[in-house]
């Protein structure tokens, strides 16, 4: 990529769309301008021109929610920027995940997608940032043979639901076991992406 394949609009701005690099969910919008995109480009961290304010401003500089960059690219026209990151927080100056955090439509497909992500993401951070107390740490602590009994014994409660034929148990269990897979794959370094690319390739 080269900066001088960029169009930037006649106030010298080219939309900057921000995706999270794991979960793909897109997390804001901004802008940036030919100065911004060099420092995000030399830094490895998001910088953008605030409209507002008219100047440039580093993304998590204040709030320390960094934006580590994983890949910069743009559209076919060449005036839109599409920027995968490594988010160090919450996107949103509300302390909501993503701006876009407020739904018109949504399909119940995606709900279900966006749930697990989410919750990929706070066990994944909690991973990485433990807290006292946290059963989601001692499972981690435990070790992969905890979190495979417990992997185990959640299946088992699910079979156990379905013969009870009960439908508020089944469902209860079930989110126990999802609950415990996701902290599986985050232990493995498995992003639910790749169940997501697994599963497209059988609907083929």
Same mark, same amino acid.
Request: charged share 25%.
């Given at each position: 990529?080269?900066?001088?394949?960029?169009?930037?609009?006649?106030?010298?701005?080219?939309?900057?769309?921000?995706?999270?690099?794991? &979960?793909?969910?897109?997390?804001?919008?901004?802008?940036?301008?030919?100065?911004?995109?060099?420092? &995000?480009?030399?830094?490895?961290?998001?910088?953008?021109?605030?409209?507002? =304010?008219?100047?440039?401003?580093?993304?998590? *500089?204040?709030?320390?929610?960094?934006? &580590?960059?994983?890949?910069? =690219?743009?559209?076919?026209?060449?005036?839109?920027?599409?920027?995968?990151?490594? %988010?160090?927080? %919450?996107?949103?100056?509300?302390?909501?995940?993503?701006?876009?955090? =407020?739904?018109?439509?949504?399909?119940?497909?995606?709900?279900?997608?966006?749930?697990?992500?989410?919750?990929?993401?706070?066990?994944? #951070? =909690?991973?990485?940032? %433990?807290? *006292?107390?946290?059963?989601?740490?001692?499972?981690?602590?435990?070790?992969?043979?905890?979190?495979?009994?417990?992997?185990?014994?959640?299946?088992?409660?699910?079979?156990?639901?379905?013969?009870?034929?009960?439908?508020?148990?089944?469902?209860? #269990?079930?989110?126990?076991?999802?609950?415990?897979?996701?902290?599986?794959?985050?232990?493995?370094?498995?992003? %639910?992406? #790749?169940?997501?690319?697994?599963?497209?390739?059988?609907?083929?």
């Amino acid at each position: 990529m080269s900066i001088n394949d960029i169009k930037f609009d006649s106030n010298g701005l080219v939309t900057t769309v921000i995706q999270d690099f794991s &979960t793909k969910e897109v997390l804001m919008v901004a802008y940036m301008n030919e100065e911004s995109l060099e420092k &995000t480009i030399e830094t490895d961290q998001t910088w953008f021109f605030s409209r507002s =304010r008219n100047e440039l401003w580093h993304k998590g *500089e204040t709030s320390g929610n960094f934006q &580590t960059v994983k890949a910069i =690219r743009y559209d076919c026209d060449g005036d839109a920027l599409l920027i995968e990151v490594d %988010p160090q927080g %919450p996107a949103c100056h509300t302390g909501e995940r993503s701006c876009f955090y =407020r739904d018109i439509v949504q399909s119940e497909s995606m709900q279900i997608s966006s749930v697990i992500s989410q919750l990929y993401v706070t066990i994944k #951070e =909690r991973k990485a940032n %433990p807290k *006292e107390g946290s059963y989601t740490n001692y499972l981690f602590d435990k070790g992969i043979d905890k979190i495979l009994k417990k992997v185990g014994e959640e299946t088992s409660e699910v079979i156990i639901a379905a013969k009870n034929n009960s439908k508020d148990e089944l469902i209860y #269990e079930t989110a126990d076991l999802v609950y415990h897979m996701t902290v599986l794959l985050v232990n493995q370094g498995i992003n %639910p992406n #790749e169940i997501s690319n697994e599963l497209k390739k059988r609907v083929r």
